[in-house]
């Protein structure tokens, strides 16, 4: 079956400019998750949804960053004022929400600020 | 707070020689732990994971870990690595309780597999 999908897949954006991450988990999964992979930082932990609710924002760097997520599937993750330090990979993970499950990972958006 | 240590940054094998990747956790009690593998340019897939049932977990690709409470490690391992074994692992933590399912990420190491 198809699994987490993530687009763009690349952006290029300039400091300043916002922008918007979409992520599709596979469908019935309830929990989504968005984290960060940068080489200063390693993997971080982002936002965590549980249906269209968001009951973990802590990773969330600042308040450039906000997410969310309507009907219980689709995800956007926008970032406002970009800056340099945001160039990351930006993942996009589901599961079935319950304690014991798998996170299932999409390819990830690589986003460039120049 | 919870956390995983990956001692290796870079491990380097021949092919057909075992693999051993080292990972240690913190935890005041039994976590939920993870191996994930990250191949160049793709997705990270899950390798194989621990949640208080067996100690002796046996992944995809012939990969396995063993949780050991007492020396707290869950180390990955394989018997004979393989070229395609080339791409970085990363040890992963899953804090119990709370209002999150979210993962706790090692640094990650890099497997490179020699000719």
């Known amino acids: 079956g198809a699994g987490v999908s993530q687009s763009p897949s690349n952006k290029v954006t300039e400091k300043g400019k916002d922008v918007e991450l979409r992520c599709d988990p596979i469908?019935?999964?309830?929990?989504l998750y968005w984290y960060r992979q940068s080489l200063g930082q390693g993997l971080e932990f982002l936002i965590y949804f549980q249906g269209n609710s968001a009951p973990d924002k802590s990773g969330l760097p600042s308040d450039r960053f906000s997410a969310e997520r309507t009907g219980g599937s689709v995800s956007t993750l926008t970032i406002q004022r970009t800056q340099q330090e945001d160039s990351a990979v930006y993942l996009c993970?589901?599961?079935?929400?319950?304690?014991?499950?798998?996170?299932?990972f999409g390819p990830g958006t690589r986003l460039t600020v120049l | 707070a919870q956390s995983v240590t990956q001692l290796d940054s870079h491990v380097s094998v021949s092919e057909g020689t075992p693999v051993l990747l080292r990972c240690n956790y913190s935890?005041?009690?039994?976590?939920?732990l993870f191996w994930y593998v990250q191949h160049p340019n793709k997705g990270l897939q899950l390798l194989l994971k621990?949640?208080?049932?067996?100690?002796l977990v046996k992944g995809i690709n012939g990969f396995e870990a063993e949780f050991k409470k007492s020396e707290t490690s869950f180390h990955l391992t394989k018997p004979s690595a393989h070229m395609s074994d080339a791409a970085e692992y990363f040890c992963?933590?899953?804090?119990?309780?709370?209002?999150?399912?979210?993962?706790?990420f090692g640094t990650g190491t890099l497997l490179a597999v020699q000719p």
């Open positions: 935890s005041s009690y039994s976590p939920s």
């Open positions: 993970a589901s599961s079935t929400g319950t304690s014991s499950d798998t996170q299932y």
């Open positions: 621990y949640t208080s049932a067996a100690t």
């Open positions: 992963v933590v899953r804090p119990l309780g709370g209002a999150t399912n979210k993962l706790i």
């Open positions: 469908s019935g999964h309830t929990a």
